[in-house]
């Protein structure tokens, strides 16, 4: 699990936009920034599709008002069905940056998979919220409820980064 202060690691991934995708080192996209990021389990799933990117869309500004540069979305999916995705909500011009940890490698190094078998979910990415400052976590909020959005939304960043 991941603590406050802890420097994220390098993992690559990919970055999904409308016209390609790229292979990324994501420390490359963090160190000297202050990045939004929300976990997903699935592209598609219903608690994601229809909870989670609906909350990051209604409180983005706020986040981007608080001095976070760029919200990313990272999914456990391959990159194309996480650019189809993209379209459904019209992230690319949302100015949400979608990532596909289609690996897990990202979810894994920071100890934040799990496998549901019966439904096809194997190292899934829990749902998160995290506010990264130079590639160190400096807030973290874990999603405890299985079917909705109650601790990792924007929302409830938005008010974590307001505490400082």
């Known amino acids: 699990m991941l603590d406050i202060g802890r420097k994220l690691p390098n993992s ?20 000297g920034r202050s990045i939004a990021i929300f976990g997903m389990p699935g592209a598609f799933t219903e608690t994601c599709t229809e909870l989670h990117i609906p909350n990051i869309l209604k409180y983005k500004q706020k ?10 979305v990272i999914v456990v999916n391959d990159a194309f069905v996480v650019r189809r995705w993209g379209y459904s909500f019209d992230a690319f011009n949302q100015g949400i940056t979608l990532i596909a940890d ?62 400082r």
């Open 63 to 72: 986040l981007l008002d608080l001095g976070v540069e760029e919200i990313f």
């Open 102 to 163: 289609s690996s897990s490698e990202f979810s894994k190094a920071v100890g934040l998979v799990f496998s549901v078998p019966s439904i096809g979910f194997y190292d899934r990415s829990l749902r998160y919220a995290m506010l990264s400052r130079d590639g160190e976590v400096e807030k973290f909020l874990i999603e405890k409820s299985e079917d909705e959005i109650t601790t990792s939304g924007a929302d409830t960043l938005a008010e974590a980064i307001s505490e």
């Open 12 to 31: 690559s991934v990919l970055l999904v936009t409308e016209s390609r995708i790229e292979t990324i080192d994501l420390m490359d996209k963090l160190v």
